[in-house]
């Protein structure tokens, strides 16, 4: 049984159930692979089994798994690639999606507020592909994407997070260089935050990204498919040459200075999933 799944691909998601990371599972299983999510938010995570099962094929091992997962526990780490291996017998994709942070700003964060931040959002995902290259990539190669954001011009009320990140993406860097030899490609995806999610609307003040959209040469919200499809790219053999990149995925936000030129209005760059239309995929639902 396990001889035929061997055909098939195997990702680890962190941070899978919700968000850009569910984007990446219901991408991922699209494409054929098997897909471990992972967070430490057990409930969620069987939600999302329950719900993207839906839409898959039934299979014995199921193509979709979950492990509770805290990444900045060693132990855990451990576990998670464990589970993954004795399931599948095989890791080649991992995408380190999972992250959290709380606005705050800089002068008022505390030691212990500042050590969570960056625990979770550098030294697990350190820990993260530390494991993952000492079961399986180091001897058998693998891709690895991890999740930044838009940091590159400092993070105003996520200044640990920012700090967190941009760490994440020197270490995407260095792991480029230092496992090239193992077969190992590992960049970086850096979401703008005009990404919009209900996830992400439920963790920021309540006109974030209506007040985002007129500084966006896009002149429009993203949608985590969109981010999804540059993770996949990123993991596919159509990036076999690339390594140690960042891809940002933020319709030109980072670059746009509306000092000398104002991008009129206009909705000539549509998403190209839009099915449901970029207003529909892309409005404030909850409690914008
Ligand atoms: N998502 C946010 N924080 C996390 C953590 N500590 N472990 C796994 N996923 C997470």
Redesign the pocket.
Known sequence: CLEEYREFSVAVV??GATGIGHAVTQELLYLGCNVVI???KEEQLKQAVTELKGEIEETSPPRLMHVP????QELQVKHLFEETLKQYGKLDYLVNN???QFLCQAADISKKGWNAVI??NLT?IFLMCQEAHKQWMGEHGGVIVNMLMDMDRGVPMMAHSGAARAGVENLTKSFAVEWAHHGIRVNAVAPGNSIYSETAAKNYPIDVFERVKPHLPAKRLGTPEEVSAAVCFLLSPAASYITGETVHVDGGGRLYSPLFWTVPDHKMLQPFHSNQGVEEATKPKSKL
């Open positions: 962190t941070g992972a967070s430490r997962c805290n990444i900045r999972g992250g959290g625990e979770t697990g």
